[in-house]
């Protein structure tokens, strides 16, 4: 029993650092999203805005907590806003993004078309923080998404895996805590860089096309390491290091998704490339 519970330290210690980096504080979905006008099925894009943003939450997240700061501010800048909950474990509430991402993927995929059917829309655009930054890639390459989505907008995306600051390389001296792992949390061992589903993800090439796709990652951060493996490459991607932008930007994992106007102001411009303005650390006013 003794090396067993030795085999479990390793993924209680990744299970908490994953929760404590990524995981806003829970709020009980304390009806923030609809007093505050997103998740409005009566919304009808506008021609300035003609198709409405879907927001996809990160690991431990939820789809009000990632985006009480986001959704406001573009929902302000005229857009439809929209947030779905995904990839929840059997009696476990509140947190979500733990289930396997190809079928977290297929929630996604529903909720797409729910939101095109209320929008009277034929595409949306994606914009999604670390797992929700690539998990749709999954839903573009082999769910039909890239005819529905005109564009994806990773913010600290683990597109390559994981590391988690070096953390998971000390799995496989724990036998059996990987596999343990896999049961518990599927959705946390697929974003382990080196897994089954990133193989398949990434098989033969990161992008598809007629989809356009922007990352925008912190040196800062301290979960989607290293943070150049957030980079996608192929036709239609714009990489953005938010340290290019504002150098005395400290945003970490969390932060650059959930608080950091300087990162949504470059959300809004690749939602508009054809009206962006210059991002400089004065966007933290506009």
Known sequence: MLPFKRALRPLAALLLAAALATAPAATAHAASAPSRGWNDYGCK????????????????????????????????????????????????????GLGPIDKSAEQLS????????????????????????????????FLGGAAKVNALVGIAPDNHGTTLSGLTNLLPYFPGASDLLKTATPGLADQIAGSAFLAKLNEGGDTVPGVRYTVIATKYDEVATPWRSQYLTGPDVRNVLLQDLCAVDLSEHVTI???????????????????ATATTCASVFS
């Open 257 to 275: 998704g959930t608080i950091d106007r300087i990162a949504f102001h470059e959300v809004a411009n690749a939602l508009d490339p054809a009206h």
């Open 110 to 141: 529903a909720f797409v078309d729910k939101v095109l059917t209320a929008t009277g829309t034929a595409r949306a655009d994606l914009v999604g923080h670390s797992q929700g930054g690539m998990m749709p890639r999954y839903y573009l390459k």
């Open 45 to 96: 894009p506008s021609a300035a805005h003609p198709r409405p943003v879907v927001l996809v939450h990160g690991t431990f997240g939820n789809s009000i907590d990632n985006w009480l700061s986001l959704a406001p501010y573009l929902k302000d800048r005229g857009y439809c806003v929209f947030s779905l909950d995904y990839g929840q474990l059997p009696g476990v509430p509140l947190f979500y």
